[in-house]
C-alpha cells in the first residue's frame, strides 16, 4: 500500500499540469488574431484545416498547390490558416503549424517560393499600387513548427501580434 501513494501522487500530479502542446495556439487563432489588430485589412476568405469539405473555408490540395507555384504542401503540415484578399489586390497571410520541425524548413521554402513568384516583373504590371507597399515587404516568419508568410500593409504589427502567441 505504501508504494501505491507515490506512484498515485506522481499520476495525479502528470495529470493536473497540462502539457506545453496543449496550450499551443492553433493557425486559425494566431490568424483571427493577426486580422484583429490590422483594422483596415481588405476583405478576403479564410481557409484553415478541418474545415468542412464543403464549406467556404475549406481549400482543396488544388488550391495550397496552386498558391505555391505548383508545388503541394500537403503531409508537411498538421493545420493551417490562410487569409486570401477577395478582389484582385495581393493581401495575404499564411500561417503553418509545421508536422515537425524538418518540415518547418521545407515550409519556409514554399513560403519563400511564394514570395519570390509575387516578386515577380509580372505582378507589377498586374498589381502596381500594392506593388511597393505589400509585395516587396513581404516577409517569411518561421518559430519552432510555425512558419508564416506576412503579405500585408503592416507586417511590423503583423509579426509583433503572432510572435507574441507563439
Not at 144 to 164: H, P, R, S
Amino acid at each position: 500500500m505504501i508504494k501505491r501513494i507515490p506512484v498515485l501522487l506522481l499520476l495525479i500530479l502528470c495529470l493536473s499540469v497540462p502539457s506545453c502542446s496543449v496550450n499551443e495556439p492553433s493557425p486559425t487563432d494566431i490568424l483571427f488574431e493577426t486580422l484583429s489588430v490590422l483594422a483596415d485589412h481588405p476583405s478576403g476568405d479564410v481557409f484553415f484545416s478541418g474545415a468542412e469539405e464543403y464549406s467556404g473555408n475549406y481549400a482543396e490540395e488544388e488550391k495550397l498547390t496552386s498558391l505555391y507555384a505548383g508545388v503541394s504542401p500537403k503531409g508537411l503540415y498538421s493545420s493551417y490558416a490562410l487569409f486570401l484578399c477577395r478582389d484582385d489586390r495581393v493581401y495575404e497571410i499564411h500561417i503553418y503549424k509545421a508536422a515537425s520541425e524538418a518540415e518547418g524548413l521545407r515550409l519556409q521554402k514554399l513560403m519563400d517560393r511564394r514570395k519570390d513568384m509575387l516578386q515577380s516583373g509580372d505582378i507589377y504590371l498586374y498589381d502596381e499600387e500594392n506593388y511597393e507597399d505589400v509585395i516587396c515587404a513581404a516577409k517569411t516568419l518561421r518559430r519552432g513548427v510555425y512558419v508564416i508568410l506576412l503579405l500585408t500593409d503592416d507586417n511590423t504589427k503583423a509579426e509583433k501580434t503572432i510572435l507574441g502567441m507563439i
